[in-house]
């Protein structure tokens, strides 16, 4: 994935929206036309069933539009073009789609400047009611949020990490905004939200076995800092990590095909690592960061551009501690 083809989507999202729109005008004139302003009065359950059909579909494409758009604006302005698209954006429409019959209780005629449709109020962005997106955190600010997060879930006072309210899982139906990737293992033990005292919403997590930079891993990471616009990855070991053990210690043709290849990346990056007084699993944490980094352009164009900072970190299963490496 890159920003050309990001942009590509988006492109093709804004030119469906604008289909639909300029459908749905075509449909409100022909009524109109047919049916006289006289029409404007009751409306039929199916054109009711008809019209939140058509509604729905054109809030389904605005709010992927707008999803991606999101991460576009966290990066600095680097699409102005795309940006003053959604500005010109039309708010939703109130009127039918294509085939249904004309009814609806239109505005009265001098309230707007069409006899059939007007621009109601401006569409709320996602996430935020009216106001603007919260900017993305900094890497600084969101390292900050998992440290305050880990020490409570170490004293065993986590709060955040609970089910949504109904309110806020409508939010989350709307759309998602994390501010951190997490590459952690799959171990049982280490379930990242928890560990870090995040609800949902919060973090963008990929577990593989050994936090091993994985095709598929490089490819969450890379949505999660591309399309999502976080600003900090996480890769999380932990003490006592399987995987890890494995790379050490299994006899060859112990392992099936497909774990063999997994442990085989743990092993050649332990292999590259220097050891320098670090232990295995801060080893290993390290040389799959670096792996991110290296496999993908995407992050390590982030990552050089200072939009992004990745930290190896690891877990102390007894204490429950998160130590991010570098301190
Ligand atoms: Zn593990």
Redesign the pocket.
């Known amino acids: 994935m890159n920003y050309d083809r990001m942009r590509q989507e988006e492109q093709a999202l804004w030119r469906e929206i604008q289909s639909l729109m300029r459908r749905a005008d075509e449909v409100d004139a022909e009524e109109d036309e047919l049916y006289g302003p006289d029409s404007r009065g009751d409306e039929l359950p199916e054109d009711l069933r008809c019209r939140q059909d058509r509604l729905a579909k054109i809030r389904e494409a605005k709010a992927r539009l707008e999803a991606r758009q999101k991460s576009e604006n966290s990066d600095a302005g680097n699409h102005p073009g795309l940006q003053s698209e959604v500005r010109r954006e039309r708010p939703a429409r109130t009127g039918l789609g294509p085939r249904c019959r004309p009814t609806g209780r239109r505005p009265p005629s001098d309230s707007g400047p069409g006899p059939l449709w007007r621009p109601a109020a401006p569409t709320p962005r996602l996430g935020s009611g009216s106001a603007p997106p919260p900017p993305m955190l900094e890497p600084a600010e969101a390292l900050d949020r998992l440290r305050q997060g880990n020490a409570r879930f170490a004293a065993g006072e986590v709060r955040a990490c609970r089910p949504p309210t109904p309110e806020e899982r409508a939010e989350l139906a709307r759309g998602q905004s994390p501010w951190a990737v997490v590459l952690g293992?799959?171990?049982s033990r280490?379930p990242v939200e928890l560990v870090f005292d995040q609800g949902p919403g919060s973090l963008f997590v990929v577990r593989v076995?050994?936090?091993a930079a994985t095709p598929g891993a490089v490819g969450s990471a890379e949505f999660g800092v591309g399309s999502l616009g976080c600003r900090l990855l996480v890769v999380l070991?932990?003490e006592g990590?399987?995987?890890?053990r494995a790379a050490l210690e299994a006899e060859p043709g112990s392992l099936t095909p497909h774990l063999e290849d997994l442990v085989e990346g743990v092993r050649q990056g332990l292999r590259r690592e220097p050891e320098g007084g670090a232990g295995p699993v801060l080893r290993n944490a390290r040389a799959q960061a670096a792996q991110l980094l290296e496999q993908s352009a995407l992050l390590r164009e982030a990552s050089e551009a200072g939009r992004l900072r990745v930290v190896a970190a690891v877990k102390d299963l007894e204490s429950g501690r998160v130590a991010f490496d570098g301190g």
Do not use: E, K
Not at 241 to 244: F, M, Q, R, T, W
């Open positions: 293992c799959s171990d280490v076995a050994g936090n070991g932990h990590c399987g995987a890890v």
